[in-house]
T-cell receptor
């Protein structure tokens, strides 16, 4: 069955460092992959999308890589700030264009000042 | 940017009653809306997909008679939890996809349902 794995353990880093979060998947060939930020008690907020034929995407301090051979995406936040503390979710979409997303369980990032 | 508004943000109801949750796209037409539920520290689980003017498509294991979904217009979808029980307590989140955009999905702020 399709499976998406994100590190369930919280990631604690010091302000100014680069945070790297991992998303691995099995039994799936996504057309694209998305990363979302979710704060407690709130809905997810879209951050970045990367397609299957793209290796890397950047947006300000954010960078996403996508390796369809390894079936893995890495999400980087450079120069991290305490305000970046949140849970980050990866989501995969198939090629059927239904818009359906399969989410990982998320990784909680804590950036300490 | 596109805004999806979900109402109410939280609701407490008695066991056996029904609760309706609304999801509105405020500044775009949503041809497709999705309903998810999320338990604490767990992933969002897709419950159903609704297209405007047609019946919702439910994911495996989701009771369509318990979770009634209506998508009567291009800006409004509702989820009604019928005969709610404590195990239905969860965080319900909707998302909406705009006409013509195949990848963008915008999420509501979620509804915390507590059944007592």
């Amino acid at each position: 069955s399709q499976k998406i794995e994100q590190n369930s353990e919280a990631l604690n880093i010091q302000e100014g460092k680069t945070a790297t979060l991992t998303c691995n998947y099995t039994n799936y060939s996504p057309a694209y992959l998305q990363w979302y930020r979710q704060d407690p008690g709130r809905g997810p907020v879209f951050l970045l999308l990367i397609r299957e034929n793209e290796k890397e995407k950047r947006k300000e301090r954010l960078k996403v890589t996508f390796d369809t051979t390894l079936k893995q995406s890495l999400f980087h936040i450079t120069a991290s700030q305490p305000a970046d503390s949140a849970t980050y979710l990866c989501a995969l979409a198939g090629s059927s264009n239904t818009g359906k997303l399969i989410f990982g369980q998320g990784t909680t990032l804590q950036v300490k000042p | 940017g596109a805004v999806v508004s979900q109402h109410p943000s939280w609701v407490i109801c008695k066991s056996g009653t029904s609760v309706k949750i609304e999801c509105r796209s405020l500044d775009f037409q949503a041809t497709t809306m999705f309903w998810y539920r999320q338990f604490p520290k767990q992933s969002l689980m897709l419950m159903a997909t609704s297209n405007e003017g047609s019946k919702a498509t439910y994911e495996q294991g989701v009771e369509k008679d318990k979770f009634l979904i209506n998508h009567a217009s291009l800006t409004l979808s509702t989820l009604t939890v019928t005969s709610a029980h404590p195990e239905d307590s969860s965080f319900y989140i909707c998302s909406a996809r705009a006409r013509g955009l195949s990848t963008e999905a915008f999420f509501g702020q979620g509804t915390r349902l507590t059944v007592v």
